[in-house]
């Protein structure tokens, strides 16, 4: 006997219980406890000379094809204020937002969903790019980048 869940968030986190009666007589039964943890956001750090493009993938490790499936956005954040920058649903167009005047006509979400920034500017030294992907309400995926720009 097997229990297949779907579309899987912490609410189904518990106790679960399988129990059947046994001919002719008594019963057999099987406990376990299920933990559905959040997943971790993944952190990296990117180095880039000034003036130079720097592409920060959205995922590190996932397929452009997966990621297509799924609605993402792309958020800047600076003294722990976060900015939406891009966003991007399934089969449609990235929505740019005009939020930030420092990104206007530098950025550009890539075909495979990373993040093109060019020219980096002197600005960009420590900002955290992060990408959110909504798998489901309860299950977002995130990475964030921290940029390191230098000069020659």
């Given at each position: 006997?097997?229990?297949?869940l779907?579309?899987i968030?912490t ?8 129990s ?9 039964a099987a ?15 990117k ?6 493009a ?38 449609r ?12 006509r ?16 002197i ?5 955290v790019?992060?990408c ?6 309860e ?6 980048t ?7």
């Amino acid at each position: 006997w097997t229990l297949h869940l779907t579309n899987i968030t912490t609410s189904l986190s518990g106790h679960y219980e399988c129990s059947f009666a046994t001919y002719p007589h008594g019963n057999k039964a099987a406990r376990l406890q299920l933990i559905v943890k959040a997943e971790e956001e993944q952190h990296y750090v990117k180095e880039v000379q000034l003036n130079q493009a720097l592409e920060i993938p959205c995922l590190e490790d996932t397929t452009s094809e997966h990621l297509s499936n799924y609605p993402l956005k792309w958020l800047v954040e600076e003294n722990g204020r976060k900015e939406e920058l891009v966003s991007k649903e399934p089969f449609r167009p990235a929505v740019y937002r005009n939020g930030s005047a420092w990104y206007t006509r530098r950025l550009h979400l890539t075909s495979d969903n990373a993040l093109k920034i060019f020219p980096t500017k002197i600005m960009d030294d420590g900002r955290v790019f992060s990408c959110h992907v909504m798998h489901h309400p309860e299950r977002v995926q995130r990475s964030s980048t921290t940029v390191r720009v230098f000069g020659k």
